[in-house]
């Protein structure tokens, strides 16, 4: 029979572990709604930026204008994998890095990788050459800050110290589901659009300075948009994470008590019966 202290302990741990996951709900459930905010603010800027260089690079030639534009032979690459300074949110970091381990284990190239989030950068740092790690970004989010470490990126593949840049991160989708993504930042990959080159701009000083400036722009959007996507996707997943460890915690105590309850009981019955056992002993003595 079960100790009912030992019972009556495990559903007071299980009635706090449900306190604590519930809160982390509602704590995400509120961040997610800001962090949602502003990824839905971002994506029609960045949208509009990539369309507008596309526009404009259909009638330039764009050899010589920037060398974030130029193809050129892959010998290093450099990968920016984004994932979160904590835990508990499912599914959210392992994703990403399996990810990772995929293109690595795919590839023939050297590899360095960028750390955005503290958990890729421990998964990495004992068997990967880790270019930087920035996961002090989180703690106070800003485009500046963003740009600031993808100007040393760009600096570097601008000298041939890298000859591609991807990034990896979770897109958010809704609160439920996140999608890895796997993006090439550098060199600037252009779609091809019926139409775009029909686009009638008026360019002042010229398309190529234009260019110039909307380029690096475009890049460090891009990331900055990669990074509030994984930020908006951590939320929910891990509202989605503590809200099924709520409904399973109070499933096992639901189950507890009933378990429990049985015990005590026996326990009451076995009780009954050594008392009428022990009348009855004494009444034929």
């Known amino acids: 029979m079960a100790n009912l202290k030992e019972i009556r302990a495990r559903i007071t741990s299980i009635s706090s ?18 962090a949602t905010d502003a990824i839905v603010m971002l994506r029609p800027y ?10 404009v690079s259909s009638t330039t030639d764009l050899e010589g204008v920037s060398t974030f534009t130029a193809e050129r032979e892959v010998k290093k690459v ?24 995929h293109k690595i284990s795919d590839t023939i190239h050297e590899i360095e990788i960028l750390t955005v989030g503290k958990k890729v950068y421990d998964a ?24 600031s470490f993808m100007e040393r990126v760009m600096s570097a593949y601008r000298e041939g110290e ?3 840049v991807y990034v990896i ?8 589901t996140q999608e890895v993504m796997t993006e090439q930042v550098l060199p600037i990959a252009m779609s091809e659009k019926e ?28 990331v900055y948009k990669s990074i509030l996507d994984s930020v908006a996707s951590e939320h ?50």
């Open 17 to 34: 572990t449900m306190q604590i996951t519930s809160a982390m709900k509602m704590v995400s459930a509120a961040k997610l709604k800001k």
């Open 169 to 176: 991160y979770n897109k958010f989708i809704n609160a439920a």
């Open 195 to 222: 139409g775009s080159a029909n686009t009638d701009y008026l360019f002042e000083p010229n398309a190529a300075e234009i260019l110039n400036v909307l380029i690096p722009k475009s890049i460090k959007t891009q």
């Open 78 to 101: 450099l990968y920016i994998v984004i994932t979160s300074n904590k835990g508990l949110a499912g599914a959210f970091n392992s994703s990403v890095i399996k990810e990772l381990n």
């Open 236 to 285: 929910g997943a891990r509202m989605t994470a503590m809200h099924k460890a709520t409904d399973n915690a109070e499933a096992l105590r639901n189950d507890l008590k009933i378990f429990y309850n049985k015990a005590r009981q026996a326990a009451i019955t076995n009780e009954i019966l050594e008392i009428v056992g022990g009348a009855e002993a004494l009444k034929n003595s």
């Open 124 to 147: 990495v740092r004992r068997s990967r050459k880790v270019y930087d790690n920035q996961s002090s970004i989180f703690d106070a989010m800003s485009f500046q800050g963003v740009s």
């Open 46 to 55: 960045s949208e509009k930026l990539q369309e507008i260089i596309e526009n």
């Open 162 to 164: 890298f000859d591609k």
